[in-house]
């Protein structure tokens, strides 16, 4: 017996390890054929012995001679974001193969390339088993593709429209000045130290979507102003609580592993996962159950009602309702398009995606913003022009909120989704039982072979200089990233790059063009270049920025995101600025006794740190979003701030 598993032992290694040098042979064969340029690595990044043994292995891999082999780079799950536009600079090309034995990844950052990808939405799919973890309550509009799609599209894309957006428009008001309210802690002219603008971000937004999607009113903690709490059992205010802290779970690890976890792994931090998982899911019975019966009821909700168009969009009506029981196996199949788990998942889609991505941007943006005083200085004066003296409550979302798309505001979104876009990396594939797929690249015509995955890289698309305005760094001793775009400014952040005329920033361009398209068929492509449709701001080639993907599978609720984050901008920039905590370096008192050499010192070491710790900390769990240590901020009224450069 013993001499029985002493050979298994030995023989299984051997024979992983022959398997695997074998299926990494065929792949190498694979990749050759396609005659494009490639990297080998010895395994998959996503292999689950390397994800166990990679905090420990990777250091040591590191110091070895091979240190800056761009194989070991690429061994990094979070290689996009640590590398940016690096790779492509060392390899002298913007689309490469990645081989490994278990499959062939095709990355690009070529606008060209990424265009046709985009438009052939047959051709190259989403490899949806990429997206099991957004399917934890039910399929939904994001995680599905071919005919399953197109039924989930057509359900889910009714309530984006203007008319909605308005409300999201006056929402994104309210919950911002709360949101001031809270961070200025009654103090005239300067806030405490903010360390929670992350939190504060995500609790903002989430109140946002749930009130404008859901009908659902969260007022800021401590607000005095009475909100409907329609919920019952406390599921309300546990479920704001977990997702303004964030799911708590590894970078390594998928939130649908939870339930799995906490059966064998009862730790602390696995178990605040799992009770958020219980308490979304309770969250989102109890608003699909409230719906179905205000539908049965006749009752109607004015506003985007995201939960009644999905409900209704899957065939219940009142005549149904009253006709057959509630539960979905004995509905009438031919009038639900939808199952009762289906319209959960998008539900669920909607409230993760809706608030992560507008918080996200909010945060980076207050963040470089304040790293970056001439642009803040610039929002306001554009701020001052648009708004001039008018109070909040007279701003108006058909005139004002163009204003804001068209001038410096537009260009600080767009900035800020330039460097940080929602996704690292958006994932295509070449299925299996297709043929070759070509794609033509630097005038020439490549084919990529079936069973391939596809990145279209945003983080690196972004920085890819051929399709940037740019200029010299503005401190060549310290770039912001120590390899990419070290000759260029593109790793900073500067919305001024998007003015096609400074001179004429607040006049205004007009956002119709992107509004129209954000009501397009599900047989034509989204034509809109990710953020803006301006005719005041810079137009990239398309392919070039993809904040929120582009042609077919473009995000629905661009536009969403857009008028809320560019109202909460707003708000707060308009009557206040943001300014870096120093506190690390100096106090209060010290800061005020020094002169402006020294003061501009400490400023500095402040952003530098802010810089590293974007550079090493950002990264992906359903978003790009820091995942470890917070930046601290003061709100000032304008005129008293401490630090402008």
Sequence with gaps: MLSTIIVTLFVLPITYCVYSYWCLYRNIVAAKATGLTYVVIPWNNLNILWLLSRPFLLPCLKVLPFRDS??????????????QYTVFQRLGCDSFISVSPTKNYFHTADAAVIDQITRRRNDFPKPVEVYGSLDLYGKNVVSTEGNLWKHHRKTVSPPFNEKNNRMVWFESIRQAQAMVKGWMRGQPESSPTVMTVADDCMRLSLHIISHAGFGVKLNWPGSEEKGEQPLANGHLSKTADAVSNGPDFGPDHKMSYTDALHKYLPFQGVKRSYDSYVEWGKYLRELFDNKRNDIAAGKSQEGMDLMGFLLKGAGMTPSTLSQSPSSAENRPQSKQLLSDTEIMGNAFVFLLAGHETAANSIHFSCLYLALRPSSQRRLQASLDRIFDSRPVS?????????????????????????????????????????????LKIDNKTFYIPPATYINLLSVAAHRNPKFWPSGPPSDPQTPVHPTSNTDNDLEEFKPERWLRDLSNINNGGTAEADAKTTEHTEDAPNTATGVNASTNLHRPPRGAYIPFSEGYRACLGRRFAQVEVLAVLAVIFKNYSVELSVEKYATDEEVAAMG???????????????????????????TMQLREGKVGVR???????RFSY
């Design 596 to 622: 402006e050499d020294r003061k501009r010192e400490v400023w500095e070491k402040a952003g530098k740190d802010m810089l590293e710790l974007l550079r090493e900390k950002v990264g992906m769990i359903f």
């Design 635 to 641: 709100l000032v009224k304008r005129g008293a701030e």
């Design 70 to 83: 761009l194989w070991l780079a690429l061994l990094s799950i979070d290689w996009p974001w640590l590398e």
């Design 394 to 438: 007279e701003w108006d979302y058909e005139k004002d909120f163009n204003a804001l798309f068209g001038g410096m505001a537009g260009a600080v979104l767009a900035e800020e989704l330039r460097l940080i876009p929602p996704v690292a990396a958006i994932p295509k594939c070449v299925l299996p039982n297709a043929p070759p797929q070509p």
